[in-house]
């Protein structure tokens, strides 16, 4: 967190044009170390800093890019963060989040590893679909027996806690689904690397 902001101007000294912040999912090592994950002010820091560092740019006419993954909270937080910058672009961005839809999981995203076993993603290597050498892709992706495959398709999720009150859910769509799975056992339980205040998400 602390080198945040010297990474950002490292990027700047060596024209480095798309910048990458991934959050921990609790899956394999993820799953491990999450009690090592960052607090909720940390992560809002580093967001902040971030939409800061791309506004600027923005306004300096650079053509960066700047991405952050596993964590669908991002967009509502930056909704927050544009509305005190650019109120005007609120429905515009709101517009084209949702359009986005959330988290993808199992649904445009998909994960196959390299003995050919189908995941709903890279994070659920522990749940598989189908085998690729044994049925077609095509086959196994649209098969909605698997429980958990068609729970994921399902619109809107059946979302528990702070997740299943959320104002932002056609935003987020229940954010990462491996860590309420790995924190309490239950699939749509609340994420707990959602970082936003009860005001934020209109609870």
Same mark, same amino acid.
Request: proline letters at 4%; aromatic letters at 10%; hydrophobic letters at 35%.
């Given at each position: +967190? +602390?080198?945040?902001?010297?990474?950002?101007?490292? !990027?700047?000294?060596?024209?480095?044009?798309?910048?990458?912040?991934?959050?921990?999912?609790?899956?394999?090592?993820?799953?491990?170390?999450?009690?090592?994950?960052?607090?909720? +002010?940390?992560?809002?820091?580093? !967001? /902040?800093? #971030?939409?800061d560092t791309a506004w600027t740019a923005v306004q300096q006419g650079r053509?960066?890019?700047?991405?952050?993954?596993?964590?669908?909270?991002?967009?509502?937080?930056? #909704?927050?963060?544009?509305? &005190?910058? @650019?109120?005007?672009?609120? /429905? &515009?961005?709101?517009?084209?989040?949702?359009?986005?839809?959330?988290?993808?999981?199992? &649904?445009?995203? +998909?994960?196959?590893?390299?003995?050919?076993?189908?995941?709903?993603?890279?994070?659920?290597?522990?749940?598989?679909?189908?085998?690729?050498?044994?049925?077609?892709?095509?086959?196994?992706?649209?098969?909605?027996?698997?429980? #958990? #495959?068609?729970g994921l398709r399902t619109h809107p999720r059946p979302l528990e806690g702070?997740?299943?009150?959320?104002?932002?859910?056609?935003?987020?769509?229940?954010?990462?689904?491996?860590? @309420?799975?790995?924190?309490?056992?239950?699939?749509? @339980? /609340?994420?707990?690397?959602?970082?936003?205040?009860?005001? /934020?998400?209109?609870?």
């Amino acid at each position: +967190a +602390a080198d945040l902001p010297a990474l950002l101007a490292l !990027m700047q000294q060596e024209h480095i044009d798309k910048f990458y912040l991934s959050h921990l999912n609790y899956a394999g090592r993820g799953g491990k170390n999450r009690r090592d994950d960052a607090s909720h +002010a940390f992560t809002r820091n580093a !967001m /902040e800093t #971030l939409f800061d560092t791309a506004w600027t740019a923005v306004q300096q006419g650079r053509d960066w890019e700047f991405v952050t993954g596993n964590n669908d909270a991002d967009g509502v937080f930056l #909704l927050h963060w544009l509305a &005190r910058r @650019a109120p005007d672009q609120v /429905e &515009r961005l709101t517009g084209l989040l949702r359009a986005w839809g959330g988290n993808a999981s199992g &649904r445009d995203i +998909a994960n196959i590893d390299t003995q050919g076993h189908v995941h709903p993603d890279t994070f659920w290597s522990t749940h598989t679909l189908g085998n690729v050498k044994e049925r077609p892709f095509s086959v196994i992706w649209q098969d909605l027996s698997d429980p #958990l #495959l068609a729970g994921l398709r399902t619109h809107p999720r059946p979302l528990e806690g702070r997740c299943g009150t959320c104002g932002f859910r056609d935003i987020c769509n229940g954010n990462t689904r491996t860590r @309420a799975f790995q924190t309490t056992g239950r699939l749509w @339980a /609340e994420d707990p690397g959602c970082y936003l205040t009860d005001e /934020e998400i209109c609870v």
